[in-house]
């Protein structure tokens, strides 16, 4: 197990300069100059040459792409992402603000997902065929087909403005902190509501349809006609021994829910406007802040293949019949 696990992390660190080496580039060769944006962003509309050239070497512009790479590479290594372009502000400071908020989100996805997706793939495998499965998908179809932004658009229009249901905007009201303790869980409710939402619905359609697509693949097996013949009732047959045994492909995709909850943030939490990591990305590339970017790109890398790493270990804990060399 130590083995394997060094053989992952090595790959795993592999990878990550990859997605890295690829990023830099994309960012460095895309159109505009962050030195012009900063003179921009200060009131000046003009700037003598020696300043500007002043500014590019202290953004490390002047220098060959390789060169900005091993000089960010280097920082890295000891954690330390830079500054901002944008407001000179340590970008770990800017990330650790946000990132919180993202991964509320994307945690409250996976476990709304769960919490639907596995009753409604255990009713629909069990009565296959049936009136519920055919509804549920026909309903589960439907969901998996609408955009997370036009349910968005939708939820904020109707629900968050014309009902007045829940609040479509923010992380929480202005005077959440002058409300009691059930107040302030009730402010949260209606703010995570919507958003929470937009970020399950496609899991909990996939989920459901893949639990049922693989128990009835199981139900189909010899061991599961023996249980029958012994006299176990059919949901004990569905719970104890068919549901048990589709864990396995069910833990690599529930290994990639939260990387792909954390994919859709960047639209939603600027349609939202949740304060997130996919708002900061968002502004972050408006405004040419390469290091937010980079820095917001190997967080997103890290999450992913630490996600797939701890699906492939927890298969042994599925099945104890799992060894890894």
């Known amino acids: ?10 790959l795993a660190g592999v990878t990550l300069v990859g997605i890295t080496i690829v990023t830099f580039a994309v960012t ?6 962050p030195a012009l944006e900063a003179v921009s962003r200060g009131g000046a509309s003009t700037m003598s040459a020696e300043a500007y050239a002043r500014l590019r070497t202290y953004y490390d512009l002047d220098q060959p792409l390789s060169r900005q790479y091993a000089a960010w590479l280097g920082r890295v290594v000891r954690l330390d992402f830079g500054r901002s372009f944008h407001d000179g502000r340590r970008v770990t400071d800017k990330v650790g603000e946000r990132l919180p908020a993202t991964l509320c989100l994307a945690g409250g996805a996976v476990v709304l997902s769960l919490a639907f997706a596995i009753p409604i793939g255990l009713a ?10 055919t509804v549920a998908g026909g309903v589960l179809a439907a969901l998996h087909s609408v955009p997370r932004y036009v349910m968005a658009m939708l939820l904020i229009v109707v629900v968050g403005v014309h009902l007045d249901w829940f609040s479509p905007y923010g992380l929480r009201s202005d005077s959440f902190e002058d409300m009691s303790y059930p107040g302030k ?46 006299g176990l009732s059919e949901r004990a047959v569905l719970h104890r021994h068919a549901f048990r045994n ?4 069910l833990i690599t995709v529930v290994g990639l829910l939260v990387p792909s909850a954390l994919g859709g ?19 972050a590339m408006t405004q040419r802040d390469y290091p937010v970017v980079m820095a917001l790109t190997v967080v997103a890398a890290v999450v992913v293949l630490l996600c797939t790493l701890l699906a492939d270990l927890t298969y042994a804990l599925a099945d104890p019949r799992v060894r890894y060399a």
């Open 1 to 10: 197990m130590v083995r394997y696990v060094a053989k992952r992390l090595l």
């Open 28 to 33: 460095r060769l895309a159109p505009g100059d």
């Open 124 to 133: 629909s495998a069990r009565r296959a065929g049936g009136v519920f499965d």
């Open 185 to 230: 869980a009730a402010d949260l409710v209606r703010h995570f509501a919507l958003i929470v939402f937009c970020f399950a619905y496609p899991l909990i359609a996939y989920q459901a349809r893949f639990i049922r697509g693989n128990l009835l693949e199981v139900l189909g097996q010899d061991y599961i006609r023996t249980a029958r013949a012994k």
């Open 246 to 249: 589709t864990l396995l492909p």
């Open 265 to 283: 943030s960047v639209i939603l939490e600027t349609m939202f406007q949740w304060p997130g990591i996919g708002q900061l990305l968002f502004q």
